[in-house]
């Protein structure tokens, strides 16, 4: 019961990386910036086109 109630721990902070993950990916790949309107990676020439939702849920996670 101890290994499992630990595993649920790592999974809750999993989940909270992921979401912060998906919050940076969505700001700086996909949503345009409010006071430039453009993508941030854009805009800084790291892509030549923002990520659509379809990209982002593609792309797998590094190791």
Same mark, same amino acid.
């Given at each position: ?5 630990? *595993? ?22 996909? !949503? ?5 309107? *453009?993508?941030? #990676? ?9 990520? !659509?939702? *379809? ?6 996670? #590094? #190791?």
């Amino acid at each position: 019961m101890k290994h499992y109630i630990l *595993e649920m721990g790592k999974d809750v902070r999993n989940v909270g990386q992921r979401t912060l993950d998906a919050h940076l990916i969505n700001h700086n790949f996909v !949503s345009p910036h409010w006071t430039t309107g *453009e993508v941030p #990676a854009v805009k800084l020439g790291i892509r030549k086109a923002p990520l !659509s939702v *379809e990209d982002i849920l593609q792309i797998r996670k #590094a #190791a």
